[in-house]
């Protein structure tokens, strides 16, 4: 059949969290996959940006793993799916026989489908154990649990369409939506801007958020650049500014919510011309931000990674639900708190339940009563104590940990301290990765099992402002391939007594149906409801139309009330000293994507950006002697990596900027792997460093040793 006979198919881009509608056609070899425009797609309305127009790129890409490979004397060698299967199937019984179920980890993935992460959750608790996480721990778990503790559900609290034509002001802290989600911020935020709202940034990076909002004829925005790590101190001179000056909410905060006195309280004392000063902002523009955020009609606050990747993730983001709160900002449209989410599915994968302290729909599993009501529908027991996080796991990799299934992670590049995390991997005993490429992690892998890519299968995925959306499919390109699903299902099948009744599903709708009944708010959605547009959850029973923006009432909270709680600053764990003379930051591209899999082996996605580099100060080059261009050393107390120095005032003086995204010199050699207590989210934010101009022998070496 030619191309043209076939008809386009519409799915979602495979990267960030807006969820923009693209199609797809086969062409007339498996592997000829074209990108079309899909013109009236609900969230893009046919808009794309440069990672979804070159998303097609890598799905026949040469490096593709296309048979089961099994590791013998260090080498891995082809192996036959039945090899395969029966191989992990025995290590996952031998790990558990020796040492108990929570003796092995199970990472889901946020670049899968809900059907998959939800199989894999399953099949995690079924074996025994909640050591069951996924990559929201490395960007937003801070975010999720403070939402959730503080107003009740850990999601974007209102939608992307009602913000763009709601919205007065839009505050956005720690997130930098011109280059990790474009058409977010070009289509919704920009074009509110264009149509007289106002934009308060707070980042310590002048970047591509910033310079889309300086328009001619306008002064509607406002750039707070603070230093990192010091968004307590410049939001608590924002909530004295508005006590002070009385533009609180009077009714809403004695109707609607718990803890005004604490925030008061904790406050009383505050130094806010010592605090101003700690940011590096002056208090005047701090204040005046304030007054333009409070005396708005609807005010909204969008927080990111810059916000949520701190030690204190939760008490920075519970600040920001302060404000939101103590205004009156939540509960109608173009307010709210919205966490712009990283990954296409980083938002369904929690919501599925792939995380160590939640079942499907975040029901705790320590909640006797929702436990119960899972488990009648799966028929086994759950266990009731919350599992360990994905970093925890790592950190015990050999001595508690011995067994780790990853379904599309690549935890050696993406967690922080990565040369430590690729010692303690080969720690393990056993390891299956299941994947599309040969990533840093599948390479200590004892089993690989080769997955197919978002192009070739079908399911839902739920994007950043709740909506879950279905995507489609088209040829496989490497006959021996599976999809995720087939995969986890034929494990479960293979491993348990019961595992055909519990795992056998004729296709992903099939899961849907039972994922709906265990999770709530996807309660009332089907196939068939879902269509093309989608639908936001909360959708509670069949015809609901799900809600673009949530708490119009009251809170999801046990009292029906939304919890304010002062907080006060706690630095970063590690501050600049005499060795390490300055703070180093990270944060994403817009070409690319977290640990490059898919986008550094897209030809249009790399020609830009092919290596990594660094942001520094002119003068803090002047005093290390370095020029535009040069080739550099960046080291904390964890590692090293070579980078080309770019010097540019996007930085602020003292802080130094680079990227995750390339295994040759990886950022996360350098960070740190301090957690927020409560969420376990590491503290990506904010390292001491120090930098040089001198590449010895030894930083090439390091190198290369880490990418072998
Ligand atoms: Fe894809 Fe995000 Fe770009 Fe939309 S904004 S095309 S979802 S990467």
Not at 2 to 31: F, H, L, M, W
Not at 362 to 388: C, H, K, M, S, T
Not at 464 to 476: E, F
Not at 503 to 513: I, K, M, N, R
Request: net charge negative.
């Amino acid at each position: 059949m030619s191309s043209e006979n076939r008809d386009a198919v519409k799915t979602i881009c495979p990267y960030c969290g807006v969820g923009c509608g693209i199609r797809i056609q086969q062409g007339e070899e498996p592997g000829d996959v074209r990108f079309m425009p899909w013109g009236d797609a609900p969230v893009n309305e046919g808009r794309i940006c440069i990672k979804g127009g070159a998303a097609t790129e890598v799905v026949d890409h040469e490096d593709r793993l296309t048979d089961p490979l099994i590791k013998e004397g260090g080498e891995f060698r082809e192996a036959t799916w039945k090899e395969a299967y029966e191989y992990v199937v025995d290590e996952l019984e031998r790990i558990r026989e020796a040492y108990g179920p929570d003796a092995t980890g199970f990472f889901g993935s946020s670049k899968t489908m809900n059907e998959e992460n939800y199989l894999l959750q399953k099949l995690a608790r079924r074996y025994g154990t909640n050591n069951v996480d996924n990559c929201t721990r490395m960007c937003h778990a801070s975010t999720v649990w403070a939402l959730r503790t503080s107003l009740g559900a850990g999601a974007m609290t209102n939608s992307m369409r009602d913000l763009r034509e709601e919205a007065d002001v839009f505050w956005i802290q720690g997130a930098n939506p011109g280059e990790q989600h474009p058409i977010a911020n070009g289509q919704y935020f920009r074009q509110a801007v264009l149509d007289g709202a106002t934009v308060i940034q707070v980042d310590p990076h002048a970047n591509k958020t910033t310079r889309s909002f300086q328009i001619d004829d306008t002064d509607r925005h406002v750039h707070l650049q603070l230093n990192p790590g010091t968004d307590i101190p410049l939001l608590n001179v924002v909530l004295k500014t508005v006590l002070e000056n009385d533009w609180i909410d009077e009714e809403f905060i004695a109707e609607r919510t718990a803890g005004f006195e604490h925030l008061k309280e904790t406050l009383a004392e505050f130094d806010e011309e010592a605090a101003a000063e700690e940011c590096g902002v002056p208090l005047e523009e701090i204040e005046l931000a304030a007054e333009k955020y409070a005396t708005a009609e609807n005010a909204a606050i969008f927080t990111g990674m810059g916000m949520s990747q701190h030690a204190c993730g939760v008490d920075n983001v519970q600040n920001e639900i302060n404000l939101a709160l103590i205004t009156g900002n939540v509960g109608r449209p173009g307010t709210g708190v919205n966490p712009l989410r990283g990954q296409n599915n980083v938002q369904g994968t929690c919501d599925v339940g792939a995380m160590p302290n939640v079942l499907p729909g975040y029901q705790l599993v320590d909640d006797d009563e929702a436990r119960a009501a899972v488990e009648e529908v799966w028929g086994f027991d759950i266990p009731d104590e919350p599992g360990l996080t994905n970093v925890e796991l790592s950190h015990k990799f050999g001595e508690s940990v011995h067994g780790l299934y990853v379904m599309g992670e690549n935890p050696v590049m993406s967690e922080p301290d990565a040369n430590r995390v690729a010692e303690r991997i080969q720690e393990l005993e056993f390891m299956v990765v299941q994947d599309i490429f040969m990533t840093e992690t599948a390479k200590y892998a004892d089993v690989v099992l080769p997955a197919t890519t978002w192009a070739e299968r079908g399911g839902t995925v739920t994007n950043t402002d709740r909506r879950v959306q279905r995507m489609r499919g088209v040829d496989k390109v490497h006959e021996n391939t599976k999809h995720d699903l087939e995969i986890v299902s034929e494990i479960g099948k293979r491993l348990f007594d019961d595992g055909e009744e519990l795992f056998e599903f004729d296709d992903p709708e099939a899961v849907f149906e039972e994922l709906r009944q265990v999770c709530p708010s996807y309660h009332g959605m089907t196939y068939e409801a879902l269509g093309e547009e989608g639908i936001h959850w909360p959708c509670y029973e069949p015809g609901d139309e799900g809600d673009p923006y949530l708490y119009a009432e009251a809170f999801d909270t046990d009292s029906g009330l939304g919890h304010v709680e002062g907080v006060r600053h706690t630095p970063p764990a590690e501050t600049p000293d005499d060795e390490y003379p300055l703070i180093l930051t990270t944060a994403r591209l817009e070409e690319h994507y977290n640990t490059g899999t898919m986008s550094t082996r897209s030809p249009t996605l790399n020609r830009r950006t092919p290596e990594n580099f660094v942001d520094v100060h002119p003068a803090d080059a002047e005093r290390y002697g370095i020029e535009d261009g040069d080739e550099v050393v960046l080291r904390s107390r964890r590692g090293r990596i070579a980078v080309e120095a770019e010097v540019t005032e996007d930085i602020k003086e003292g802080v130094v900027w680079t990227t995750p995204h390339f295994a040759a010199a990886a950022a996360n050699r350098l960070t740190n792997d301090v957690l927020d207590e409560r969420a376990k989210i590491p503290e990506y934010k904010a390292a001491a460093a120090e930098i040089a101009v001198d590449v010895e022998p030894a930083d090439a070496d390091a190198e290369s040793a880490a990418d072998d």
